[in-house]
């Protein structure tokens, strides 16, 4: 299941719960009451190495430059 983030309202506080997507949004934290908004956090992706851009596309586009560069 998903672990979504929520701000309290009040206190500034960060909480993490772990939710279902079919459930609604908390309003309220579950043990105090104080009133939560959800937070929008980027996802978690690490692109590490050489990558496939590097491996894929720069040697094609460089063959290109040199052959339209012999041309003229």
Do not use: C
């Amino acid at each position: 299941m998903p672990v979504y983030v929520y701000k309290g309202l009040e206190t500034g506080n960060y909480y993490e719960f772990e939710q279902s997507f079919h459930d609604e949004p908390l309003k309220a934290h579950p043990e105090t009451g104080e009133p939560l908004k959800r937070v929008i956090t980027p996802p978690a992706i690490i692109f590490k190495g050489s990558g496939w851009h590097v491996k894929d596309y720069a040697k094609k586009g460089s063959e290109k430059s040199e052959s339209s560069e012999k041309k003229e």
